[in-house]
């Protein structure tokens, strides 16, 4: 679900086909991604920092791909910061309501506001994003976003709740 989820939530709001329908290579990556994370379940605690750096690029390639297709269907700014964010963060919100637990990315994880980050300086530079160099840079950006966020372990702003009342 994780894997599917954000990018076939954006092709059904773009009134497309889910592409994976058409191209079984994207299916048996998951599937070989699955077995991997069974492989090394027991070690994942010893792996996990660099699960997370491949996490944060994958993060930032599905947020540019989710403002592409956007923009590519001529939709306006909200939309391309929509499906900026829904693209990489929708298969882990729909997981985390599979099993009926309150998606992290609506109360403690700083995981979509990198991809908002994105969202929005492409909707600001859409009509720019032929140049490669602004493409990589706001990956970049959007990357190392996401590193900061892991390493100084940001969070989510809450309002301050008085644990007496």
């Not at 599905?62 to 693209?87: E, S, Y």
Request: proline share 3%; net charge positive; aromatic share 20%.
């Amino acid at each position: 679900m994780t894997a599917f989820g954000g990018g076939t939530l954006r092709e059904f709001i773009l009134g497309n086909i889910p592409f994976y329908f058409y191209d079984n290579n994207y299916v048996f990556v998951c599937l070989a991604g699955y077995i991997f994370s069974i492989a090394v379940y027991k070690v994942f605690n010893k792996i996990n920092k660099y699960v997370l750096i491949v996490d944060a690029i994958g993060l930032s390639t599905f947020a540019f791909i989710g403002a592409t297709k956007a923009d590519q269907a001529g939709l306006g700014a909200f939309a391309i910061i929509f499906l900026a964010t829904l693209t990489p963060i929708g298969g882990g919100l729909l997981r985390d309501i599979a099993i009926r637990e309150v998606p992290q990315i609506f109360h403690r994880d700083f995981y979509a506001s990198p991809a908002i980050f994105l969202g929005v300086f492409y909707a600001i530079g859409r009509n720019y994003m032929d140049n490669l160099i602004l493409v990589y840079c706001l990956l970049f950006m959007t990357f190392a976003l996401r590193l900061c966020a892991i390493y100084f372990n940001f969070n989510l702003w809450r309002p301050w709740r008085n644990k007496n009342v």
